[in-house]
Structures are given as C-alpha cells and as structure tokens.
C-alpha cells in the first residue's frame, strides 16, 4: 500500500501538500487538488484510521484545609492569630489548597465542609474541641496549631517549658535571686508549662520561685479586661507585700503584663528599678504603651503555621503512619526590653 512519500513523489507535490488534501484543507490550488486525489486512487492509498482522541481527565476537585477556631482564644491575641493565619495561607497556597475557616466556639457544629465530609485536612486551633466535633473529624488529619489538652494528634507548638526556662535564665543573668511567676487561672495549658520551665532554669541555679496565681471561675480567655485587672490586683498586691525587692517576675502573656503594669503604676511600684519583668508573646498592641518596655519572648506564630501546614501534608500523605503522633517545636527567641538606663 502507498504511502504519502510515494504519492508526493508521483504527484510532484510536496508531502505537506499530500497531507493538506488528505485532510481537506485550505490553501492548495484546485487543479493540484484533483492531482493528488487521482493519484491517491491510482496508487491504491488507505488513510490510516485516526485514532480516537483521550477524552480529558476529569478535573480533579480542590483540596480543602479547614482551620478550626475551637475557642475564643485566638480573639484575646489577634496579633498571634493574623501572623499565625498568614504562614498557614502562604503555605496552603504554595501547595495549591483552599483554607476553610470554620468557627466552633459556640459549641456548635455547624459546618457543611465537615459535615460532608470535604476535607482533606484539619488544622485545630484552640485548648480543647468537644466530643461531637472530634467524633465529627475522626479519620481526618490533623495538626494542632496552639498548646492544648492532651490527644493522639501532632501538633507545632512554641515549647512552653523552653519559653519558661529562657524567661528564668534572662533574669538570672540579670542577678534577680527574688524571682517568682504570676498569672491568673486559664484553659491554656501552656501557661502552667510555662511557669515549670522557669521555676525548673531558677532551681538549676540554686534558688526558688515563688508562684502567685488566682482561681477565679472564669478563665483568662473569657474575662472581660475588668475581670482581668480585678483578678490581678489581689496577685500584685500580694507579690509586693511578700517579696523583697528588686523582684524578677515571669508572666505567661503580654495582655498580662500591661494589666500589671498598670497596678504596678498605681501602687508607685518603679517597672526597671524596683521590679523587672519578662513577658510572652511578642504582641505588639499591649507592649506598646508600656514604659519601659519589658523583654518578651517571641512564639514565631507565622512560621508555626506554615510548619504545621508541613506536617498535615505529610500526614495526609503518609497515612499508614498517621497514628504516631508528632510534636514539632519552633524554638522561642527572647527580644530585650528597655531599661531606664536607655532614658537617663
């Protein structure tokens, strides 16, 4: 059987051509059209059967993260959370995933993402989640953005013992030996972990802290500011009435530490002469006004949320090993205050 070389040749067309009339395009001359066509039935040639075109693959449906807000604690430090939600947006997106942000906090389950089961992944924001909406996520991985109760899932914490002993070893250098850690009951377990690791660097050392901490019935994370400064006030009042001074105080959270400042004022209580303070977090908004301004420890919020994104890709990739759980820590950075000295 011929092929379009041979009818080319004998056509004296070139093949390009032979293929433009075998296909019944345009641009070639009516006469060298029939030329081509007579050869084509002289010669005996069979156009081979085109085969069929794929069809094309289905499009395959976005993946979904859901970021889980469990509680109201990311509303108490929005700071935290807007740099924590960028490293988690920034990560998704280089992965080519949607972020879903699904507020639980009222206790109500009300998500259709989870309902139909539309998740690829779930990132847990929050000190603890409810037994409905655990069950709810049950097979679906997850990460824990934030300190929390006790679960078999893998988490990216800011190592509170770390943040505690760094807060102890600050104060240490600066010779404080009447060293104590102050701070109001909550549902954020780190706060606990952090007063461990600072009374664990203190007692390396050779001295003992001492810890002052209220019970009130409402949580840090539900207090009101009023609450928040009447909880504080009976603690202050005390560390001063029981501790020699100059004082080296640890507080597990900056909205702390300007509530305290502000007894501290009032009490004519000098921050940097008679009381120095070490606080956490980082957050701008309840540092600012402080004079002088305390060292804080920084969480590294933005690079905790693209970590955890990390580790939930790598859970959802590797599912077979999704029941050992992983606890990954991004090393807190103490930033130095100032002190009067910076102003005299």
């Known amino acids: 059987m011929a092929n379009t070389v041979e009818i080319a040749e004998a056509a004296g067309v070139s ?44 499009v395959k449906p976005p993946k979904n993260v859901a970021v889980v807000m469990l509680d109201e604690s990311c509303q108490r430090h929005p700071t ?20 879903i942000l699904a507020d639980v906090s009222s206790g109500e389950v009300n998500v259709p993402a989870i309902a139909q089961k539309q998740l690829d992944g779930v990132l847990l924001w929050g000190h603890r989640g409810s037994k409905e909406l655990l069950d709810k996520l049950q097979g679906i991985p997850a990460v824990w953005l934030s300190s929390h109760v006790s679960s078999t899932d893998s988490v990216v914490s800011q190592g509170n013992a770390a943040i505690g002993q760094l807060a102890g070893e600050y104060l240490l250098k600066q010779n404080h030996t009447n060293l104590c850690f102050l701070t109001v009951h909550s549902d954020h377990p ?21 810890r002052f901490q209220s019970e009130q019935d409402v949580p840090f994370e539900k207090m009101s500011s009023q609450q928040l400064e009447e909880s504080l006030a009976l603690l202050v009042e005390t560390m001063l009435a029981e501790m020699p001074r100059p004082i080296g105080l640890f507080l597990p959270d900056d909205q702390i530490t300007a509530t305290v400042y502000r007894l501290l004022q009032r009490a004519n209580v000098e ?38 994104v990390e580790q939930l890709l790598w859970n959802i990739r590797q599912p077979q090993l999704s029941g050992r759980r992983v606890e990954l820590i991004v090393e807190p950075i103490l930033i130095d205050g100032e002190s009067l000295a910076d102003f005299s």
């Open 271 to 308: 921050v940097g002469r008679d009381i120095e303070i070490v606080s956490c977090n980082n957050e701008e908004p309840y540092l600012a006004g402080l004079h002088p301004r305390p060292a804080t420890i920084d969480l590294g919020p933005e690079l905790t949320g693209r970590r955890a």
């Open 80 to 99: 935290l959370a807007m740099a924590k939600l960028k490293g988690v947006q920034q990560a998704l997106a280089i992965a080519g995933m949607n972020m």
């Open 190 to 210: 780190g706060f606990a972990a952090r007063g461990d690791g600072f009374g664990y660097a203190v007692h390396l050392a050779g001295h003992e802290i001492r």
């Open 15 to 58: 093949q390009a051509t032979v293929s433009r009339v075998i296909n019944n395009q345009s641009g070639v001359a009516p006469e060298t059209v029939q030329l081509v066509r007579d050869m084509i039935k002289r010669l005996g040639y069979q156009p081979r059967p085109r085969k069929a075109r794929k069809s094309s693959e289905p």
